[in-house]
């Protein structure tokens, strides 16, 4: 019975103990289950599960948030619902491979949401199968990649516009590291005759002429990126000038050097021909050789005035030389004149003698007179610059009732031409008055005053231009010979323009405080943190006084700060060099010297001075001292003579013995004290004795204590055993007189 009842407690107590295991496992189930669900319903991703009809079953709350609805609008609802009209027929594709493939990864749909905007979504679908394998529902993510298409697109635009433009540029654009070309544009392979292919990966210098490489390197390590000019190196060998504008750009993950060569081989011909007529212009007009008509005009610009012209009057037209030389090209000329006049040698010799008859020098209005070649009327106007004769300008062949046709059978026989061809190509000729062919040499002659005055003022125009650039090329080479002069002198110099508050400091001025001067940023203000700040007021005054007109120049000493945190004293000079019309103060110039070890000499010189001062009154107060002493011992040596006179005719019993005895004494004290003062005064002689420095200095403790005076204490503090030196008394009483009179200088210094 009592085993019974043990085996049933052993049984209860194991089913306790069971019981507590499980309820605690519950509870760690409720537990993990929690944290499973926060999980989900908290996951960076959104979640949803679809049926067998791709319903939604089950979403987690960031798929709500992500498209603004709730759980109750959506579960139940169709997933296709949800996605643009656009997609729905491409998510029906899907899904039916979805259920056949089990998954598919990285399918975008668009989706709309609960406020009628679109998003682009990622989803990864993966199918749920219950036990027998069969379809139970899908487990799907997805992610928001909106953004990040709207970004890798804005990128893709972007290196599309980029690679759009380096490759349409006009100039070889090159990208390179450490001069190794990475890549390059079209127009870097136009200009250079390499392939692209060719191009990258080979040392960028080798598209620079040799003599011009060091240039180019130089700019490479300074990154400079202002254009210069160099000369470029073809594939085929082949030299050309280029300028070079380089510049530090970010690329795949590095800081490259991004360069653009532009062939200038165009704009260096241009330059060359404006520098040959600028020279052509400035020359002095009555040079036989000098100016020409082409110097001052376009020619392609004259020619279409001559064209339209001879168009709107009905004219030929031609602007020759003063010799006859052709300028420009024929304009309206008859056939009759330019086919078969001209083509004859005589007929053509003709025709440039009545050019040059009529294209003579006229100022006075336009000659009109028949041709000297076949009786045509023509006209001339002369075109002048300054008075000199440079051009003509001839119209004509044009016909009226002054000729007749024998007198044209006639000059075609002389000529040696086709009289049927003469006389056809002559009825083509034009046909006006004479009166109105007048008026239009009238307009000729206007036209041409016209085109000198034109000229005149090109000329005017070029001589001013030049002028000017002489006068900006000798300010150039004086403001480089000013700056030259500032960075060669060990002053420091200092240029302060106060209209743009830029301010020029010579490199000499900051080695000077010990600083970088390529690390001192140029202005006023980087100038001001340096002064002293109790010399700051009167620096600001001085500057101020110049600035505002009181004065034109200024001299100031004041201390700056050295790169090592010590005080340097600078001599500051300043002047004025231009004024506004208000005269305020436009431009400041001055210089700035070291005087730090002047001023530590004129330190130095005042303490000297006063020591000087002081030796020179102790000096004074000796001489006094050893004056008083001489004639105090011509009376102490008297006095002890008549009493030593007394006391050798007197008896020791004598009343009055001991009196003299006492004077003698007191003579003999007096006399220990005039010795010290004679010594004070170095009147007496270098004397070697044996002393006992303890007695020397007893013997002087009385006049010590006079010098050091009643307010310090002296004490005296002997040291017994001392051994005896061999010196002068009277130097040691001075020296001890010094050191007592120095110390009392000092305590009253300190007091």
């Known amino acids: 019975m009592d085993d019974h009842a043990g085996s049933e407690s052993t049984k209860l107590m194991f ?394 059978h006639a000059y075609a026989r002389a000529i040696d031409a086709d009289e049927t061809a003469f006389m056809k190509a002559f009825h083509e000729v034009p046909s006006m008055t004479l009166d109105r062919f007048k008026h239009i040499a009238q307009a000729l002659f206007t036209l041409a005053n016209q085109l000198s005055e034109t000229a005149y003022q090109n000329i005017q125009q070029a001589r001013s231009i030049t002028e000017r650039k002489h006068a900006e090329k000798a300010l150039l080479e004086s403001e480089e010979r000013f700056r030259m002069a500032m960075e060669a002198t060990k002053d420091g110099l200092w240029d302060w323009n106060i209209e743009s508050g830029d301010v020029y400091y010579s490199p000499s001025y900051w080695t000077m405080l010990g600083y970088d001067a390529e690390r001192i940023p140029p202005t006023t203000e980087a100038w001001t943190e340096l002064i002293h700040p109790d010399d700051r007021a009167a620096v600001f005054a001085a500057n101020n006084d110049c600035i505002e007109d009181r004065c034109e120049s200024f001299l100031i000493e004041y201390r700056m700060q050295t790169s090592s945190g010590n005080w340097k004293w600078l001599q500051g000079r300043g002047k004025v060099v231009k004024r506004g019309e208000n005269g305020q103060a436009l431009r400041l110039v001055g210089t700035h010297i070291d005087i730090t070890e002047r001023k530590q000499a004129e330190e130095e010189h005042e303490i000297l001075t006063a020591q000087l001062q002081q030796s020179q009154k102790l000096e004074s107060v000796a001489r006094l001292a050893g004056g008083i002493a001489h004639d105090f011992n011509n009376m102490l040596t008297v006095i002890q003579g008549h009493a030593d006179l007394a006391i050798m005719n007197m008896k020791p019993d004598n009343p009055y013995f001991h009196r003299f005895d006492a004077i003698r004494d007191i003579v003999q004290r007096s006399a220990d004290l005039t010795r010290q003062l004679l010594a004070f005064a170095r009147k007496q002689p270098i004397t070697l004795k044996v002393l006992d420095l303890n007695e020397t200095v007893e013997n002087m403790l009385t006049m010590l204590r006079r010098l050091i005076g009643e307010d310090i204490n002296l004490a005296w503090m002997p040291e017994s055993g001392l051994w005896s030196v061999k010196a002068d008394p009277s130097q040691i009483d001075q020296i001890l007189a010094n050191l007592c009179v120095n110390a009392r200088d000092a305590i009253d210094g300190v007091g």
């Open 15 to 408: 089913l306790k103990t069971r019981v507590a295991e499980l309820e605690a496992r519950e509870a760690q189930l409720k537990d993990d289950h929690g944290n499973l669900v926060q999980l989900y319903e908290r996951a960076p991703l959104a979640y949803l599960s679809l049926d067998h009809d791709s319903c939604l079953i089950e979403v987690n709350e960031t798929w709500l948030v992500t498209l603004g609805y709730t759980r109750d609008e959506v579960l139940g609802k169709n997933f296709r619902d949800f996605l643009h009209p656009d997609w729905r027929d491409y998510f029906n594709h899907n899904f039916k491979q979805l259920k056949v493939a089990g998954e598919i990864i990285g399918i975008e749909f668009e989706m709309i949401k609960k406020d009628g905007s679109t998003i682009l979504v990622s989803f990864h679908y993966k199918i749920g199968r219950n036990s027998e394998g069969r379809f139970q529902q899908t487990h799907c993510i997805f992610q928001d990649i909106t953004e990040h298409r709207q970004t890798k697109e804005a990128l893709r635009d972007s290196e599309e516009k980029f690679r759009a433009i380096y490759n349409a540029s006009f100039g070889g654009i090159l990208i390179h590291d450490q001069r190794i070309i990475l890549d390059c544009n079209q127009g870097l392979s136009d200009q250079t005759g390499y392939t692209i292919d060719e191009l990258i990966g080979i040392d960028g210098l080798m598209l620079t002429a040799p003599e011009s490489r060091h240039i180019v390197l130089q700019n490479i390590q300074r990154s400079y990126e202002q254009p210069y000019e160099i000369m470029g190196l073809r594939k085929d060998g082949t030299r050309y000038p280029v300028s070079i504008r380089g510049t530090s750009i970010p690329y795949k993950g590095r800081t490259v050097r991004l360069a653009e060569f532009r062939d200038i081989t165009e704009y260096k011909r241009m330059e060359e021909v404006l520098a040959k007529r600028l020279v052509s212009l400035t020359s002095p007009i009555t040079q036989s050789n000098g100016i020409t008509f082409e110097d001052l005009f376009d020619p392609a610009v004259i020619q279409r005035i001559q064209d339209e012209f001879a168009s709107a009057t009905g004219v030929a037209s031609i602007i020759t030389h003063p010799n006859g030389i052709p300028i420009t090209a024929p304009s309206n000329f008859t056939h009759l004149c330019s086919e078969i006049i001209r083509k004859t040698e005589q007929g053509c010799s003709n025709c440039f003698k009545s050019d040059a008859a009529i294209g003579r020098y006229h100022p006075n209005g336009p000659i009109v007179q028949p041709c000297l070649s076949g009786g045509l009327w023509d006209a001339g106007a002369s075109i002048t610059v300054g008075g000199h004769h440079i051009a003509n300008w001839l119209i004509g062949q044009v016909r009226n009732e002054t000729q007749s046709e024998e007198s044209m």
